[in-house]
């Protein structure tokens, strides 16, 4: 396993217990293994048990005090039920990182209803769904917490497609644009409330993940690069850096920002591909992921 040097001290976040949702594969074992590694507890939660085994018994070689739940953002009874769980093993939450999300390329008049609220349903109202969950144990004096300690700190993963307009993802335009929203709300309310700190990170294209195998697929991302400002794709640790830093001391007086860590590309404009293209690829890459085996890609660290 390649070694990466962090910028952050060994014990930047020491002690504090973090639950990552989606936390089993892609930039969410990313964000799990550098919380860990500097110093954290973490409870992953995913729907997937194989993934959740693999992620966790990765975590844990790595020297690690990890956990895994089974859990599905969008049931209440599943998002409570992990958060308690976590609180259980670990006797505290400190951290909240919303990092469970849903996509696919698809033009808004073939996008079912249906389709369009799923996404919804798991990066919206999931990501509401697992803060008000976690409130009681994040909030100061809450449990766990002694009345002197400050809040918790929730991270919400969002994403910059929103911010202009986006081809061929008005479901996950719209979801995140409600978790912004989300994001920006929760952190007056319950910053002034509750001292919680509440923050999001927008990630650009990022190397190596499920969702640029889904929205950049092999078969057209031959150039994708010549189109990013710094000529290159992201890399989940760049994302998990910048969670590391919401998280720490670094960061304590941040509150109700979305970070954008996508090398300058939300500033360009929009790029076009064919609706028959994307109705073509949409079909083979979900083929190719339903398909594909179990596996927990393994950290950059």
Not at 77 to 105: P, Y
Not at 155 to 164: P, Q
């Amino acid at each position: 396993m390649a070694t990466r040097a962090s910028p952050f001290v060994n014990d930047a976040v020491k002690g504090k217990v973090a639950l990552i949702t989606g936390g089993g594969s892609g930039i969410g074992y990313e964000i799990s293994v550098q919380l860990g590694m500097h110093g954290a507890f973490v409870a992953i939660m995913g729907r997937r048990k194989a993934v959740l085994e693999s992620a966790v018994s990765e975590l844990r070689g790595l020297g690690i005090s990890a956990v895994g739940f089974e859990g599905d953002v969008r049931k209440r009874e599943d998002a409570r039920r992990v958060v308690e769980s976590t609180f259980q093993h670990f006797g505290r939450i400190d951290v909240l990182v919303n990092a469970a999300a849903g996509n696919f390329l698809v033009s808004a008049e073939d996008l079912s209803p249906n389709g369009f609220k799923t996404v919804l349903d798991i990066d919206a109202v999931g990501t509401f769904t697992m803060c008000h969950e976690a409130l009681k144990y994040l909030k100061k004096g809450g449990q766990g917490k002694s009345p002197s300690e400050g809040g918790g700190v929730i991270l919400n993963i969002s994403a910059t497609l929103h911010y202009t307009a986006s081809w061929y993802q008005i479901h996950v335009s719209a979801a995140k644009a409600a978790v912004d929203a989300l994001t920006r709300n929760l952190a007056l309310e319950w910053g002034t409330d509750y001292d919680i700190r509440v923050n999001g990170v927008a990630p650009g294209p990022i190397g190596d993940t499920t969702g640029m195998d889904k929205l950049v697929p092999k078969e057209i991302n031959s150039k994708a690069r010549e189109y990013m400002p710094l000529y290159k794709l992201g890399e989940k640790w760049d994302i998990a850096m910048a969670i590391l830093f919401l998280v720490c001391d670094a960061g304590k007086y941040i509150n109700g920002t979305t970070l954008v860590v996508d090398g300058g590309l939300w500033l360009s404009r929009p790029r076009h591909l064919p609706k028959e293209a994307v109705n073509q690829l949409s079909r083979v890459v979900e083929k190719r992921s339903r398909d594909a085996p179990v596996g927990v890609p393994r950290s950059k660290i």
